[in-house]
């Protein structure tokens, strides 16, 4: 059975992360994806650690695509860049606007030569606005100051969650004006921003911002509407979740302190304000098991927990391995672990992995 997206031809003029992530969701699901790259290659083929034979920054985010070197800056290149686009069905883009548009590959231009394509502009700021970065796009929609510890300043996140957040919202763009096209036979214009991107992923706290400033605040490891107490075990650290009265009663007789009837503890909201008393409290008992020990009883008993992991044994878990949520993909001499996305299917098929593309030899 043919992956849902076969057919479907999609051109790239991408860098960096949250462009090309757009197009592996689109790959992963069957689309032909043409990468269009410059001369000397998209910037992440040489930032970071390798994998292989490419920078594993650029492989994490470029399977399951074709490339072409193109220079559009140059007139005759970016008339076979323009040709390329116009035979395709979606293009997505997330070089600076003013370079598209000397080149004659802004959404509009594009469009006017071809009405049923779809083309996607990823932009920092929108397309009028400076130029930004996943940081930049945290700093300025509250995330960064949303993040860290109740006291000191704010972080940004350890994950350039903003990237991949638009590049996943942009293919769901893509989904949408496809089916538009399918009804209408008319393409469209997506543009997303990062900025949008992080003030979205924020919805909640917006709200709860407005109703009352307070429950916004920097709060580390807490959250603001559910006690979610940041327990030391023997071998690291355990989270545990309690936002019921049957939560902190399990709690309590599967950790032993006589807590359970406590008046401090009685409410959602007595907890949430006592965490770090509850952390004093439970921290002796904690401390006499190891994470996997704890887990397994808190479990049993209906209280949502779950140890704190570093990427060390994320990467080796035997679960997500089997389940094939991590991969590796051949990429010269070496491999590149990947992560695939996160939807079960029943029935709908992907594409099987490629690994990403190699640079095409000069000359």
């Given at each position: 059975m043919a992956a849902v997206l076969e057919g479907l031809k999609v051109v790239e003029f991408t860098h960096m992360v949250a462009g090309?992530?757009?197009?592996?969701?689109?790959?992963?699901?069957?689309?032909?994806?043409?990468?269009?790259?410059p001369p000397q290659g998209d910037v992440t083929r040489r930032m970071g650690p390798m994998a292989g034979d490419v920078a594993a920054l650029y492989a994490s985010t470029n399977r399951n695509k074709e490339v072409v070197c193109l220079d559009i800056t140059r007139p005759e290149e970016a008339a076979q860049?323009?040709?390329l686009?116009?035979?395709?069905?979606?293009?997505?883009?997330?070089?600076a606007p003013a370079m598209l548009g000397k080149a004659g590959l802004g959404g509009r231009e594009l469009r006017q030569l071809n009405p049923r394509l779809i083309v996607v502009l990823v932009t920092?700021?929108?397309?009028?606005?400076?130029?930004?970065?996943?940081?930049?796009?945290?700093?300025?929609s509250g995330l960064m100051a949303a993040t860290g510890s109740v006291q000191g300043p704010g972080f940004r996140t350890g994950a350039s969650v903003v990237d991949v957040s638009t590049g996943v919202w942009a293919a769901l763009g893509v989904l949408a004006a496809l089916e538009n096209r399918r009804?209408?036979?008319?393409?469209?214009?997506?543009?997303?921003?990062?900025?949008?991107?992080?003030?979205?992923?924020?919805?909640?706290?917006?709200?709860?911002?407005?109703?009352d400033p307070s429950f916004a605040r920097r709060n580390g490891n807490h959250s603001t509407?559910?006690?979610?107490?940041?327990?030391?075990?023997?071998?690291?650290?355990?989270?545990?979740?309690?936002?019921?009265t049957r939560h902190w009663q399990a709690l309590c007789r599967t950790a032993g302190p006589a807590l359970e009837g406590d008046p401090r503890f009685e409410t959602n909201e007595q907890r949430?304000?006592?965490?770090?008393?509850?952390?004093?409290?439970?921290?002796?008992?904690?401390?006499?098991?190891?994470?996997?020990?704890?887990?397994?009883?808190?479990?049993?008993?209906?209280?949502?927990c779950g140890p704190e992991r570093p990427y060390a044994e994320v990467v080796a878990d035997p679960e997500l391995i089997a389940r094939g949520m991590l991969f590796r993909l051949p990429q010269g001499e070496g491999s590149s672990l990947q992560?695939?996305?996160?939807?079960?299917?029943?029935?709908?098929?992907?594409?099987?992995?490629?690994?990403?593309?190699?640079?095409?030899?000069?000359?």
């Open positions: 090309p992530s757009c197009g592996q969701v689109l790959g992963d699901l069957g689309a032909r994806v043409i990468k269009v790259e860049a323009r040709a686009a116009c035979d395709a069905d979606v293009v997505v883009s997330n070089l920092g700021f929108g397309a009028g606005g400076p130029a930004g970065t996943d940081g930049l796009a945290q700093a300025s009804q209408t036979g008319e393409g469209d214009f997506i543009r997303i921003s990062l900025a949008d991107t992080c003030l979205y992923m924020q919805y909640a706290q917006i709200g709860l911002y407005d109703a509407v559910s006690c979610t107490p940041m327990f030391e075990t023997a071998d690291g650290r355990l989270l545990t979740t309690i936002l019921t949430c304000a006592a965490q770090a008393d509850i952390e004093a409290l439970f921290d002796a008992a904690m401390r006499r098991k190891t994470r996997a020990e704890w887990t397994e009883l808190l479990r049993a008993a209906g209280v949502p992560v695939r996305m996160p939807l079960e299917f029943e029935t709908t098929q992907r594409s099987a992995p490629k690994p990403p593309p190699v640079l095409p030899r000069k000359g």
